[in-house]
């Protein structure tokens, strides 16, 4: 839902044919990671590290040669889109780079009720040896012995994208030579990586430390609306006008018995029909497009939306007498949106915590 990637529409043509087109969808889902996101971080965000002047202007570089509010924002949106987002500060050279880890690629290994203090990150690469392509994959196992914080890399080498592959030495790829197969680090009070999740248990699966979508429980309502704008787009599309005209009015002849086309011919508007020469009749075949029932059925799976994800009435759908609601309206007002925004917010508060701590 969040890529908008939907299989073709299969339907039977006049003739009883089976035909296939591109399903159109709204992508709804993405539309409202993009406004929650937009809401939870912006270029308004600040923070500030108390009592500790150096350590507040370190950070603050840090995050200000990373462009870190803006590329939080937009990972922020896979995050809530996919259940979970992680940021891993990491060396390079003499800086500090944040590595966004997104949900497909991050695997717990021990948890708590209230985190996850072990994990392993896969993270991939492609080379090109001659006419191949290669895929590497680097597998970061973080883990705990005793007080001591361990780091151990695994690089996996395979010709096929959709499998890990073979071990292979990290020197086998330049871009990973320098690591070191087995860390063990001292004076660490968390993790390296820190793991943001959205706001909310948990249903699919009770035991998981992992988060949910924010739209997970709204998966049927979001295929309500892509139908309703599938089957409207391919109204508009089966609508276009046509008007029926004798066929021998198409297929007309000069003096020379040399075919002449009087019609446009990069118009499709002109059907021919058979018909006889004493029945020349032109008729109109177009038809009304049902665009106030299309309409009012996809605000109505709209407004079902913004209930199930927490949002209040009118944020998405389009209301005649006040529009659209603004941003600065939605965190002015004690609505649902905003209410769900402080509840996310917590959650993302604490993250950006724990990433200046890990910093």
Same mark, same amino acid.
Do not use: C
């Given at each position: 839902? /969040?890529?908008?990637? /939907?299989? &073709?529409?299969?339907?039977?043509? $006049?003739?009883?044919?089976?035909?296939? =087109?591109?399903?159109?969808? @709204?992508?709804?889902?993405?539309?409202?990671? =993009?406004?929650?996101?937009?809401?939870?971080?912006?270029?308004?965000?600040?923070?500030?590290?108390?009592?500790?002047?150096?350590?507040?202007?370190?950070?603050? &570089?840090?995050?200000?040669?990373?462009?870190?509010?803006?590329?939080?924002?937009?990972?922020?949106?896979?995050?809530?889109?996919?259940?979970? @987002?992680?940021?891993?500060?990491?060396?390079?050279?003499?800086?500090?780079?944040?590595?966004?880890?997104?949900?497909?690629?991050?695997?717990?290994?021990?948890?708590?009720?209230?985190?996850?203090?072990?994990?392993?990150?896969?993270?991939? $690469?492609?080379?090109?040896?001659?006419?191949?392509?290669?895929?590497?994959?680097?597998?970061?196992?973080?883990?705990?012995?005793?007080?001591?914080?361990?780091?151990?890399?695994?690089?996996?080498?395979?010709?096929?994208?959709?499998?890990?592959?073979?071990?292979? $030495?990290?020197?086998?790829?330049?871009?990973?030579?320098?690591?070191?197969?087995?860390?063990?680090?001292?004076?660490?009070?968390?993790?390296?990586?820190?793991?943001?999740?959205?706001?909310?248990?948990?249903?699919?699966?009770?035991?998981?430390?992992?988060?949910?979508?924010?739209?997970?429980?709204?998966?049927?309502? @979001?295929?309500?609306?892509?139908?309703?704008?599938?089957?409207?787009?391919?109204?508009?599309?089966?609508?276009?006008?046509?008007?029926?005209?004798?066929?021998?009015?198409?297929?007309?002849?000069?003096?020379?018995?040399?075919?002449?086309? @009087?019609?446009?011919? &990069?118009?499709?508007?002109?059907?021919?029909?058979?018909?006889?020469?004493?029945?020349?009749?032109?008729?109109?075949?177009?038809?009304?497009?049902?665009?106030?029932?299309?309409?009012?059925?996809?605000?109505? /799976?709209?407004?079902?939306?913004?209930?199930?994800?927490?949002?209040?009435?009118?944020?998405?759908?389009?209301?005649?007498?006040?529009?659209?609601?603004?941003?600065?309206?939605?965190?002015?007002?004690?609505?649902? $949106?905003?209410?769900?925004?402080?509840?996310?917010?917590?959650?993302?508060?604490?993250?950006?915590?724990?990433?200046?701590?890990?910093?």
């Amino acid at each position: 839902y /969040f890529e908008g990637k /939907f299989k &073709d529409v299969a339907y039977r043509n $006049t003739y009883g044919e089976i035909r296939h =087109r591109p399903y159109t969808s @709204l992508n709804m889902a993405q539309v409202l990671v =993009r406004r929650m996101a937009s809401l939870l971080v912006n270029e308004q965000m600040t923070f500030t590290i108390a009592d500790n002047k150096s350590a507040d202007e370190y950070v603050h &570089d840090v995050f200000s040669k990373n462009d870190f509010v803006k590329n939080f924002e937009r990972y922020l949106e896979s995050g809530l889109a996919l259940g979970g @987002l992680a940021m891993r500060p990491y060396i390079d050279g003499n800086e500090i780079k944040i590595a966004y880890v997104q949900a497909p690629v991050f695997f717990p290994l021990q948890s708590n009720a209230n985190d996850i203090s072990e994990a392993a990150i896969a993270t991939k $690469t492609t080379t090109v040896e001659g006419n191949n392509t290669v895929y590497w994959t680097l597998l970061e196992f973080h883990s705990w012995n005793g007080n001591k914080y361990v780091i151990d890399n695994e690089l996996y080498r395979s010709m096929d994208a959709n499998a890990v592959g073979v071990r292979q $030495t990290l020197s086998a790829n330049e871009i990973y030579a320098n690591l070191a197969d087995h860390s063990e680090l001292d004076n660490f009070t968390r993790p390296l990586f820190v793991y943001l999740k959205p706001f909310g248990f948990n249903n699919r699966d009770i035991t998981s430390p992992l988060g949910l979508s924010i739209f997970d429980n709204a998966r049927s309502t @979001l295929r309500q609306i892509n139908d309703a704008y599938d089957q409207f787009h391919w109204e508009v599309k089966m609508g276009q006008r046509r008007v029926m005209v004798p066929e021998n009015l198409t297929q007309m002849t000069n003096e020379r018995g040399e075919f002449v086309q @009087l019609f446009d011919t &990069d118009q499709n508007v002109y059907v021919g029909l058979n018909s006889d020469m004493d029945d020349i009749k032109i008729t109109d075949l177009s038809t009304d497009i049902r665009a106030d029932q299309f309409i009012q059925s996809i605000n109505q /799976f709209i407004k079902t939306l913004e209930m199930q994800t927490g949002l209040s009435a009118g944020t998405f759908s389009f209301d005649a007498a006040n529009g659209l609601k603004t941003a600065t309206e939605v965190v002015s007002e004690n609505s649902m $949106t905003y209410q769900t925004r402080n509840s996310h917010l917590n959650n993302v508060e604490r993250a950006l915590q724990e990433l200046v701590v890990t910093v």
